[in-house]
């Protein structure tokens, strides 16, 4: 029997399972059906099947730590684990002093991520990627492939995410369980890395500023400056392809950029304008400079949390049991967040609180236009037009990025769906759920869900909605609903979508459905 040991949890049973250490390479193999006590070591010319280098990008707030794997076996990769000693059969990152939890959990195009815990009162994890079950055979790592984008977001440095172990899963091979070692830096990996830097200029020769320059198949981008300049660093050894967009501007991608290790390759991109849009809806304005920030990006709590399987179900609270509500997490990361609180107060619900969200994006390029959908608000005056008695019309006028209209036993109720939005919801039902009723004017929930879908289209030539006919654009779906409730005759429930339509440089030509939703209330 294969003992599947990289999957979102882990249980110290491995009775048949052994480990044979690279010593060259510090790096472990196992394999099923052997006693666990066969070690033998390795050659030390033996070349290791798989190599993981970690980047570290430090920020005043923020620790990026970025994992890179590179690829010599002759079967594809289908998911990492980071943080999971698979020689001793144990997580080893940590919240606990002087250690901090994740705020964010990056994925490359194709992936998806989730926590791995061993066991549920642990106080260790390790964080794992998966390749999404319907690109298996297309964003899995191939052999003498690189791919990195793998991030883990922290409020600042923890050294245990770069000296910690990794584990990978193949694709086809069953009968190899794992492939793990130690963490090297980035710049060690073979073939190694470099970096690609230039202008993006516009036709006139001029730089453009706030520029996107990423390179595909990663989330290893960056922003220019006001001169139009950019810096991608860690470029995989290799030919690589870069693609810039900016606000105003036609996409440009340029392919075969060859990256020598260890040395700079420039590369300049010249953009076209595109010409005014002929059919402008209403001035909406997008929060450019909150574009960069991640998601979740520390509204979820996860200080003591149960990680679960995608499957498992909620193990029901002991009558003994008298902690803190603490969250039961399945996905955690930049596309996806499910949260489960059990009951309070004497509820034996297991799942009274809910939160759901669901970011589908399958390269940078969609993310980028996803995100400039989320941070585009409508005008002040659409929504203080309407709020009438539902909210005071100074408190409105002080948000600096308005999108609810009025509240209703102190939820806010949505006049458009935004990423302001998904946050003030997902922050509310953790609130909630621990008890805390200050920001639902002192009136305690028995109950509370949250749900949040996004999604981009394919381009298309032409889109007709009523009325207006554009040309050339990707439009950008956003679903939102909430219900609480908090006995007999208080309950509130609402939802909300939203049509964003965006040419390819990230420009919203218009949005539909930003309104008042249908309230039901008791």
Known sequence: MVLQLPLARFRRTATHAAVVGLCAAALFLVAADTPIGSIRAAEPHEEPWAQVGVRVESRPGACTYTYTVLSRYPDRIAGLQIGYDIANGACELTGA?????PDTVGSPPGWESTPAQSEHDSTTFAVYWRVTPDLLDSASIATDEMLSGFSVTLPRPDPLYESCHWTLRFRWNQDILGYGGSLRPE?????????????VV???GSGVPFASVVLRRTRQSDTTGPDG???VSGVPAGFNTLVGSALGYHSREIGHVRVV?????TADLRLVAWPAPRTPCALYVTARDRLALPFPGGIVDTLGAFYLEARENIPPRRADDDSLQRPFIRTFGSQGVDLFYR?????SATTAFTASVRRHFVDANEERLLRIAEEAYPPPDAILAIAGRYASKQDLGREKHLWWYGEFDGVRLPYAVTMDAVRYYLALIQATARGDSSQTGGIPMKRANFSYTASVSPRQSTLSRDGRVFED???VELRLSWSNYCGSLCACSFNLNRTVVLRAD??????FGDQKPMVIVS
């Open 261 to 265: 290790k260890d040395a700079a390759t």
């Open 202 to 204: 516009n036709e006139s």
């Open 343 to 347: 009951g309070i107060r004497g509820d």
């Open 97 to 101: 002093r002087p250690h901090v939890l």
């Open 473 to 475: 654009v990707y439009t």
């Open 187 to 199: 710049g060690a990996l073979t073939p190694g890395s470099g970096t690609i830097s230039g202008r």
């Open 506 to 511: 990230g420009t919203v030509l218009c949005v």
């Open 229 to 231: 300049r950019y810096l």
